[in-house]
């Protein structure tokens, strides 16, 4: 490539920059510096001592060491020579060293002590090559590099090519390498590793071949190149390959990613001619040093600055072996950093290393260290992007907004069986029992899956779908936002004995009959495209002629031990050109696990959580495919008698688990579809400061679910602002599925403007527009978006287009509804203050209430933005007889703290006419006011009754009548001469002030009269018991003020005796009954109290019909009663 700055030849090497040095390190104080500079190569050389006359550079310019002059016979294949002459001049020459002139008096510099040079050779003197492999002779003294028995140094001409600005890298498939793995199958599983990683590293990649490796133009396209596995290459390809790679890691800077031992054998196995190990050493200054099989390995991430392995603590044990095969490397030149290490047999070696050839370079020892954990992502992100701990901001683009994409894979291997989705004896098929189930998990946890389907085609033998029956039920999964798929026709067990048209039936004609039938049903045209293997795993090559009749395809397990984990994305470069994705569970099936393994549903339980926690942990939006069968939550056997190994819960458990992490919930299909959007997609960044420039695009709208996630900002910093754009959060900003160019700066805090902030799982977002304070958008699926609001201050926000599930401070959170398009738009409106509508509206207002009572009235208001959230509450001023009410706050009725009394006048005037300002307020502050006049009328006492319950009822200062009714009540006349009845139950009567009558009623009663005349009156024996523990008592009897009543008891009942007799009271305590229609008392001690005992007889048996006691000792006379 073509700098901008040309070199001034003066023996300074302050113009040259590092990158410029090609020796990679020589020591001893030797350098070499060479670069392309305009029509000139110009070199420099740095020596421990003065350079001087035969010092000679070799020039080998078509970099065939087997063609040009051999230096000392073996070395070099110089095309040319710049031989330094005992004049101090500098020529270039052919043939040996000074041999044959073809250009005098080259253009040459020295420093003062000479111990440095700087020349120049034409271009067009010497062919003007792509590149130059040199050797140097110091002197006669020293032959550069390793007495000429090392790689030669190269530089490189001009080439033309502009690298592409966007961050993108190449992951390159192997032909050969493939042939020669030990499985096809697991290298195509490797390399689709390779692309999962690309997408947690947020890089989108193109899919290139060993055919694409001598094209530099298509090399300048990347930041980096993945080599999932590059042991094997084609020989007479393997210098034309090395010579390309070298050229674009030091011209472009491109980074290599690469595991296990790289282009050192030839397809054969066989190992390449000369040190198979030399382009290793040359692309990744990395050799092998030992390696065996089987053995026990520990790896652990080394990285303590975190350059690449970000997150993991310096020491942490990344993965244990146990019985594997394994290589150890070195940094040839001691300048890489060992970032994992690799415990083998108590020795410790380098498990990964990071190097720099021109790029940031990171070699695994192994596929295994490379793919089984998520140490890839964090290698290409760095190689991309630099240290992770010092290399600045970046982005990455995710395929979620979310901590990552969890898609379930569900095998419906009895769908095909129709006396299990309708038993012909009448009871629940399997789908009745699953559906409540999936309505559950969408209730709770939004979860959707991809359900596979089998037709069958053996109706004799109840193996054939009855579409009537099983059409409405994979519309109302698919109405749930769920997939359905394709299972296969009949569920062969091994799809792997095949031929190709028996595939072409078990899916292509499923296809066909599934999108007829279920385009029928719905009305309208359906593909239904997607597809999962049934049975074993299958091999590459059913993969690929499965994949001829399907969209996608999802085939057998992947993971450490089996093949390799994370295997999503094109298992072949064809795949990619066609855009046919696979997913591989990385997760165990229910079968396996339960049925195979023979765990129990506890055991279970925790592998799927071990797994779950394994693929999450350092990994940036993780992908997730978790496989069962039908059969499974739904416990089904098919045989009622027979019990599910299976339990629901388990299930349930681990969605709940998955919910936790912060994934989200997709279909396969849609994990497919963003696969290749991603794969398709373009970012360009440049930051300055705080701030990142992200452009992002790619082919047919389809970025509505991504994200672009910020990394490398400074501890606490979160994003501040997106210029002009409405939608992020801490750390992503949410994508429109156009794409678009963001200008993301960062800062302790966002800044305060409306914003989205989360978006439900699988919503895409289609646009938005907004200023900061306004927002519309637009949203294809369901669910509830949140939005911070700028602080609206005492405007109100409006919403069209969703409905307003909450509004907590600033913090609004939509329901936009259903799946489908819904267009929201967040406005905002002036407020508008409330307004008293009671007593007409007016600023004042008048009444008049009976004394004694506390209820006045109820305030009621009107405030036009009650609708959009504001409130009204209220209260009382304080002026006027304000602190003589109380306002409930929110309904506004308005009462007395205390009864007013008329004759006792506490209002500012003392005239009975209580003024009070009520006051109205709206959630923005906003007031109404409203003058109330309360006039405080007259009463002459009050009438209650009491409920069938224990009742309180309270009296006044005036006459009260006060009735209990049933229940044990208490009663208080307080002032005024009032009149209390007891009723039924055990009741207390307190008279208060006043002349009071008091009449116990039924049951036993306690009566008090208090101050005042008071008449105790008893309207029948039965209203007090002789017995001592049911009679009334009467506390506080006055002799000669108070009465006992018993004027309402008939006194002689005889049949003989007509009419109502009066008592006659028997004048001596104790006197015995002599006949009916007497009274008499008596004095008994009861609990430690003198009780005084009138006791009455009514009839002929000489015996006490009624008693009344009466606390202390009383000498009664017939003055005391009215009898």
Known sequence: MATTTSIILDGDLSDWRATDRIDSGLGEGYSIYAKSDGGDFVFAMTAPMAIGANTTAWLNTDRNAATGYQVFGFAGGAEY???????????????????????????????????????RVPKAMIGNPQAIDTLYDVNDSAFLPGNYSARPFTVFNDTGITADPSHRIAIVWSETTANAYFSK??????????????????????????????????????????FPSFRNVQADKADAIAHTLEQATKQFGIGLVAAGEFMTNAADGSALAGDSYARMKLLFDATRVTGGWPADVTIKATDAQGSVLDGYANGETIRDYKGVGWNAFTSVSGTGETIATQTVNGQTYAAAIATHTGGRNVIFSTEAAMADDNLLQKAIDY???GSASTGGL????????????????????QSQYSDEVKPTDGSAGIYTKMLPILDQWKALYNFVGSYYVNIGNDPAQQRSTDWSVSAPIYARMMAAGNEIGLHSYTHPEDTNVLTADQIAYE????????????????????????????????TIATSQEILKHVDYLSGGYTGVGAGYPNAFGYMTPGNAADGKVYLAPNTMFDFSLIEFQKKTVAEAEAEWGKELATLTAH???????????????????????????????????????????????VTLADLAARIGAFQKASITTTVAGDTITAKVTSAGDTLGTFALDVDGQQAGQVIKSVTGWYAYDANKVFLPKAGGTYAITMGQAADDVTHITDLPMRASLISLSGDGRDLSFSVEGEGKVVVDLKAPGTDWTTVKGATVASLVGEILTLDIGS???????????????????????????????????TAVTTITATDPDIALGDSIRYSIANKGDGAAFAIDATTGVLKFLNGPDYENPTDLNHDNVYDVTVIATDAKGAVDMQTLSIGVTDVVGITKTGTIFNDTINGTGEQDVLDGGWGHDVLNGLGGNDRLIGGWGDDTLNGGDGDDILIGGMGKDMLTGGAGKDVFRFESTQESSTLSSLRDVITDFRSGEDKIDLSAIDANTSLFARGDQAFTLLSKPGAAFTGAGQLRFSYQMVGGKEYTIVEGNTDAFGLADFSIALLGHHNLTAGDFYL
């Open 185 to 226: 199958t697991a290298y195509a599983q490797l390399f689709m590793a390779a692309q999962s990683q690309a997408m947690q590293a947020g890089t989108p990649f193109d899919i290139i071949t060993e055919d694409d490796l001598t094209n530099l133009s298509t090399l300048a396209k990347y930041d980096s190149i993945v």
């Open 819 to 853: 799946i489908g398009q819904h267009d929201v738009t967040i406005g905002h409106v002036a407020n508008s203050g409330p307004t008293i509508t009671s007593f007409g509206g007016g600023d004042t207002g008048k009444m008049s209430i009976a004394e004694n009572g």
């Open 507 to 538: 899916f292509g004609a499923e296809r066909a009959e599934l999108e007829k039938q279920m385009s029928a049903y719905l009305g309208r045209q359906v593909s239904l495209g997607g597809a999962a293997v049934p049975g074993a795993p299958e």
């Open 619 to 665: 990994a940036d939006a993780p992908v997730i495919v978790w496989p069962w069968h039908d059969y499974g939550p739904a416990m089904w056997t098919g045989d009622a008698a027979v019990q599910s190994p299976y339990v629901t819960s388990m299930f349930t458990n681990f969605i709940a688990k998955a919910a936790a992490a912060g994934v989200e919930f």
């Open 81 to 119: 020579n710049v031989n330094f002459n005992a004049d101090g001049t500098v020529s270039l020459y052919k043939g040996g060293a000074g041999e044959t002139l073809v250009m005098a008096g080259l253009q040459a510099a020295w420093s003062a002590d000479r111990q440095t040079v700087e020349f």
């Open 383 to 385: 190689s991309v992007h």
């Open 394 to 413: 970046r982005v990455g683009l995710q395929m979620t907004r979310d901590a990552g994409l969890f898609a379930s894979r569900v095998d419906m291997d």
